[in-house]
């Protein structure tokens, strides 16, 4: 079988299920340095559109199926892997960090959010957190600068895309010997101010119905949804 996937011609990895994925990112102690980024359908529809989304998406080091049309497209093509959301392999990754005594820095969100995940991390995951940094901030040399003096092994960046890309990738070139991750609203949903769609709606590939229904402004991302089954169906990515 095999373990990537082509889609648009980027690579997507397969995974068997999250242990798998963990496991590509954390060994013997350390961590693989690099980034990872979530592929879903809306991703690559944009990376189809604009060549800026295409090499913000290839400039990653590993990319793994997030949207279940991701991953249903990699098993049409002979590539079955589980499909890996962003938010549960953050929190894996957190509780993997944990074990290892890894240093993690927090990026992004609003200050609050950013507060209290790096609470809630500290205190009931036992993350080792060196730095933190709400979404909000003036000087991004500054952050850059306290990034490398903390000498994080782990960062993750939740400014929205493309913004968190961008910023990874300055702060990779000061700071490479770390992995990164662009989280999106992950730390919201982990502070409880975001809700995640039912377990129902996960189970069957509903989520992005679930998402439309509660939050109807993101009816024009949802167009991208159809526009990647057309995409798909004939064979443009
Ligand atoms: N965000 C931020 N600074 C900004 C804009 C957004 O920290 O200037 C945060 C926002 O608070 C949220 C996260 O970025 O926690 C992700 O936003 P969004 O849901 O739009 O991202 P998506 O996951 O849809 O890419």
């Known amino acids: 079988m095999n373990n990537k996937c082509i889609i648009n011609g980027l690579e997507i990895s397969a995974f068997d299920d999250m242990g798998h994925a963990i496991d590509s990112i954390l ?43 991701v991953s249903l497209v990699m098993a049409k093509r002979g590539c079955v892997s589980a499909r890996i959301p962003g938010c549960d ?52 040399s500054e952050l850059i600068d306290r990034v490398k003096r903390s000498q994080a092994k782990i960062v993750t960046v939740a400014l929205g895309s493309p913004r968190q890309e961008n910023f990874i990738n300055r702060c990779r070139e000061f700071h490479p010997d770390a992995f990164y991750m662009g989280v999106g609203g992950t730390y919201d949903v982990f502070t409880d101010r975001v809700k995640r769609a039912p377990q129902w709606a996960q189970k069957y590939n509903l989520e992005w119905l679930y998402r439309l229904v509660s939050q109807p402004t993101r009816i024009t991302r949802q167009f991208k949804l159809v526009k990647y089954l057309f995409l798909v169906v004939m064979n443009k990515v």
């Open 27 to 69: 060994h013997e102690g350390d961590v693989v340095s690099g980034c990872a980024i979530a592929v879903n359908a809306e991703k690559i529809v944009s990376s189809y559109e604009r060549e800026d989304v295409k090499s913000i998406l290839e400039s990653a080091s590993f990319r793994y199926p997030d949207g279940a049309g």
């Open 89 to 140: 392999l953050w929190v894996e990754l957190m509780k993997g960090s944990a074990s290892f005594n890894l240093p993690v820095f927090i990026v992004g969100a609003k200050p609050e959010v950013n507060l209290q995940t790096v609470e809630k991390l500290k205190n009931e995951f036992g993350v080792k957190v060196v730095g933190a940094c709400d979404g909000y901030f003036d000087n991004e």
